[in-house]
Nanobody
């Protein structure tokens, strides 16, 4: 019964900042081992991972978008927000939020860890974002 719902502006002009919110019901976004993602799909193209915020509040982003991206959360409202700055027409896409189960595991015999994902099991319906002058 986990549900995710995206909301935000559907139309932006170049140079503006996108702000999308994903409201989560049925599961706390602070529950251990869950990560909360933003993914987008430009028209005619495949899915592109944008970034995520983990259950501890730590964020990670796609290297290609890192300089323009910020993800935050409001635990009292059980929601998380994507901010993408300096929008261009190439950012036009359907934007999804999704839940992911994953964990960090220590490497054998060396320091450091690696992330193992169990997949993204719940997705929002997606919201169209168009950038046009």
């Amino acid at each position: 019964q986990v549900q995710l719902q995206e909301s935000g502006p559907g139309l932006l002009k170049p140079s503006q900042t996108l702000s999308l919110t994903c409201v989560v019901s049925g599961e706390s976004i602070t529950t251990n081992y869950y990560y909360w993602n933003w993914i987008r799909q430009p028209p005619g193209k495949g899915l592109e991972w944008v970034g995520a915020i983990g259950y501890t509040g730590i964020t990670t982003y796609s290297s290609s978008l890192r300089s323009r991206t910020s993800i935050s959360r409001d635990t009292s409202r059980n929601q998380f927000t994507l901010q993408l700055r300096s929008m261009t027409p190439e950012d036009t896409a359907v934007y999804y939020c999704a839940r992911e189960r994953g964990e960090f595991r220590n490497k054998r015999d060396v320091s450091g860890s690696v992330y193992y994902s169990y997949g993204m099991d719940y997705w929002g319906q997606g919201t169209q974002v168009t950038v046009s002058s």
